[in-house]
């Protein structure tokens, strides 16, 4: 975990942790809403290509770095990628305009119910994220061409983002942690696609280690659309608000936190693929060849 999380976030970590209280997502069991989470999952076999998508995520959430695992299949073109573009936008609009007045958990839970019910989880993962980084992709540029575009100037000065944009040790907070918080996620995303190269009939099966990877999956899905509420919803508290500092600093513990509990499935989830590829016993395709949704 030490190699996701930068410096600027961790300094920012040292420096609230002993006055924030721990955050109150980490504070219960998620046994319960995991629950729920899978009473609300009714797959009708639709089909996204989640690799191909999760190319174009990837990009824009690590801004297409390489040393920060850009691309996700070597080689693979994703000009002719047959993006859900509808649906993506209507996730957008509401993690862009309905978070605020309800909290978190209650945000997961009716995007999940009113948006993704139909999908798979994997294609649940990939459509939410790829919501999202429209959303961070907009602040993303905002933030990046502020000096070198009047557009983009003018368009903080309406937003009221000056005190963000341009206090450079606030911004490489802020934006530190969320870039922490997308590597975790997008590091959890491919785990989970990982259990799409195993033979389907494994993944039905109700003896561990098989079940418990089920579990994890939907834990997975569980947080990371939580993450990307928590995230979306913060960058959109900063705008015209007072005292930016303080809450940019409190956003960044948060967004910090969570990219550690996001850290910790990934872990979990590789643990289990590791185990059930020794339970198969058998040579498994390679990452990225299957296309399918069989989660």
């Not at 995007?111 to 993704?116: A, D, R």
Request: hydrophobic content about 40%.
């Amino acid at each position: 975990m030490a190699g996701i999380i930068s410096r600027a976030t961790r300094q920012v970590t040292r420096t609230f942790q002993r006055s924030l209280p721990v955050p109150k997502f980490l504070q219960s069991d998620d046994v319960a809403i995991i629950s729920k989470v899978q009473g609300i999952h009714k797959p009708d076999g639709r089909q996204v290509d989640v690799h191909n998508l999760l190319t174009i995520i990837t990009k824009i959430l690590l801004h297409d770095n390489p040393s920060g695992d850009g691309g996700v299949i070597n080689g693979t073109s994703t000009g002719n990628t047959e993006v859900p573009a509808q649906i993506i936008n209507r996730i957008c609009c509401e993690i862009s305009c309905n978070c605020s007045g309800r909290n978190t958990q209650e945000t997961t839970i009716i995007l999940l119910e009113k948006f993704l019910l139909n999908y798979s989880w994997d294609a649940k993962l990939v459509v939410m994220v790829a919501a999202y980084a429209v959303n961070y992709g907009e602040f993303y540029l905002l933030t990046d061409l502020y000096t070198k575009h009047p557009v983009s100037k003018n368009i903080a000065l309406l937003k009221q983002l000056q005190e963000v944009v341009e206090d450079a040790e606030l911004l490489e907070q802020f934006s530190g942690a969320i870039i922490d918080l997308n590597k975790a996620m997008v590091a959890l995303i491919r785990s989970v696609l990982l259990f799409n190269t195993l033979p389907s009939e494994y993944l039905t099966s109700n003896k561990p280690p098989f079940s418990t990877a089920i579990t994890d999956i939907v834990r997975a899905v569980y947080w990371t659309i939580y993450s990307v509420v928590t995230c979306a919803s913060h960058i959109d508290a900063l705008i015209g608000s007072k005292n930016q500092r303080t809450i940019a600093a409190t956003m960044t513990w948060e967004l910090s936190e969570l990219a550690t509990k996001v850290s910790s499935i990934q872990a979990t989830l590789q643990k289990n693929f590791a185990r059930i590829k020794q339970e198969i016993g058998k040579k498994l395709l390679p990452f990225g060849r299957c296309n399918c949704t069989v989660i």
